[in-house]
């Protein structure tokens, strides 16, 4: 999906699409143009989506665990594109300090209480009878005779 095709939802649509609010992909746009800026001038080609396409692949890619494979399917790109275009986004929001998640040590602080449930999955052997040689019936070749007519 393109930016192009969103560009027109309103406020609430755009973040349950994107998971974040319009201003807040304003400003991720804003660093990735600087950050664009000097990349560019150090050389290489244009890439063929645009700065709104890479940040909207990104968080398709963060949001929905959407695979590379899947994400070049919808953008017409090669898989190791994607994972570049990706990679490139998420160190650029991250350099720049403005785009952060908490910390273990920020949530420890918090008063939200999380539950936490186990499942124990390890897997036990099946219970059967063992197998002996005397429970096995075996015929030798010789005496098994094929019938021909």
């Known amino acids: 999906m393109s930016f192009e ?10 973040r349950r699409l994107t998971g974040i609010k319009r201003n807040t992909f304003k400003e991720m746009l804003k660093v990735l143009e600087e950050c664009e ?15 709104e396409d890479q940040l909207l692949m990104t968080l398709e890619y963060l949001r929905e665990y959407r ?3 899947h994400i070049c399917q ?7 594109s994607c994972y570049r275009i990706i990679r490139w986004v998420e160190n650029s929001l991250i350099k720049s300090k403005k785009f952060s998640l908490p910390g273990k040590k920020e949530l420890l602080k918090s008063d939200n209480e999380f539950e936490v449930i186990l499942i124990d999955a390890t ?4 219970e059967r009878p063992k197998k002996s040689k005397s429970d096995i019936i075996q015929g030798k070749r010789k005496d098994i005779q094929l019938s021909r007519k």
């Open 5 to 14: 095709k969103i560009r027109s939802l309103d406020e609430e649509k755009f």
């Open 37 to 51: 800026c000097k990349k560019r001038r150090l050389g290489g080609h244009k890439s063929k989506i645009s700065l």
């Open 67 to 69: 695979t590379y494979f």
């Open 74 to 80: 919808s953008y017409n790109l090669s898989e190791s």
């Open 123 to 126: 897997e036990s052997p099946i």
